[in-house]
C-alpha cells in the first residue's frame, strides 16, 4: 500500500526556502494524522510544529497519547481556552453551537491554536515572521469544505511583521487514501474509529450522524449522562434534527445521580 500523493502549491518549497514554520493542527483524528505523515516527507523537520487544542472532557480519551505516538520527534504544543469549556459555554448561552454559530470551533480549536502560534513565533525568530497553518479538511467531506480554497494568505491573521498562510494540504484525498496514507506509514488511527466512530472531534458533536453519537453514548455513558441532563436544563437539544440525545441514540441516559 502507497501513500495518497498531495498536491504542492508552488508557494510552499518558496516559504521553506525563507524558513517560514509549517504549523500542523492536530486533533488527533485520521486526516490530522494523514496530513502529519505526508507533511513530514516534503517539509523539513526544523520548521515542523505540531498544535493540538485539548478540548478538556469533551474530547476523546488518548488524544494527545495518539499525537505523541504519531508523529516521531516533532514538537507538540498543547493549548487550551483558559476561561472557558465547551459545556460551561453551552449552559452560560443557553444553547449548543450550531452549523451557523460554531463557537466551539473559535473559541476553544481556533482562538487557542492561534494564540499559541503568535507566541510561539514571538519565542522563535529564526521563522522571520513567516508561518504557514496546515489545516486536514478535506473536499470530499462537506460541499462547503470542497468551495474551500486549499492554499491562502490570511489577511487577518498578518500584521505586526508576521506573514500568515493557510495550507490544507490534503484536501484531495478521499477517505479510502486518507487510511491508506495511515496504512502506508505502519501506524493505526485513533483505537475511536476501531470502536465504531466515523470521525472524531468532540465525543459528541453537533455535526456527528446518528450512529456516531449512538456509539459515543456507549462508549462514554457518564458523559452521555451529562449531555443528556444538561440538555434538559437548558431546553435546547445537541443535535440539529431537533431530536433529544436520547431520541437520537434511542438510549435511556442513567440520571446524574445514580451515574455519580
Known sequence: M??????????????????????INHSAGK??????????????????????AD????EWSGNRTHILDTIGSLELVVCRNPNKTLLSMV??????????QRQCTSDLKRGPIETAIRRHLA????????????????????????????????????????????WLPIFEMSTEEVFGTIAAAHQEPHWAYRAGM?????????????????TAAQLNPELY????????????TLSMSGQTLEE?????????????
Open 198 to 214: 466515523s470521525r472524531l472531534s468532540c465525543v459528541f458533536c453537533i455535526m456527528a450522524s446518528r450512529s456516531d453519537l449512538r
Open 31 to 52: 486526516d490530522s494524522q494523514a496530513m502529519t505523515i505526508r507533511l513530514r516527507s516534503v517539509i523539513p523537520a526544523e520548521q515542523l510544529l505540531v498544535i493540538h
Open 123 to 166: 519565542a522563535h525568530p529564526e521563522f522571520n515572521g513567516l508561518v504557514v497553518s496546515c489545516l486536514g479538511i478535506r473536499a470530499a467531506e462537506s460541499p462547503a469544505r470542497s468551495k474551500q480554497r486549499p492554499f491562502r494568505y490570511s489577511e487577518r491573521n498578518s500584521k505586526n511583521g508576521r506573514s500568515w498562510y493557510e
Open 248 to 260: 437520537v441514540t434511542g438510549m435511556t441516559a442513567t440520571p446524574i445521580r445514580e451515574a455519580a
Open 91 to 100: 449552559e452560560q448561552r443557553g444553547m449548543w453551537p450550531s452549523a451557523g
Open 55 to 58: 478540548l478538556g472532557e469533551v
Open 2 to 23: 502507497t501513500m495518497a500523493p498531495i498536491t504542492i502549491p508552488p508557494e510552499v518549497p518558496l516559504l521553506v526556502n525563507r524558513g517560514a514554520l509549517f504549523v
Open 225 to 236: 449522562a451529562r449531555y443528556v441532563d444538561l440538555e434538559k436544563r437548558i431546553g435546547h
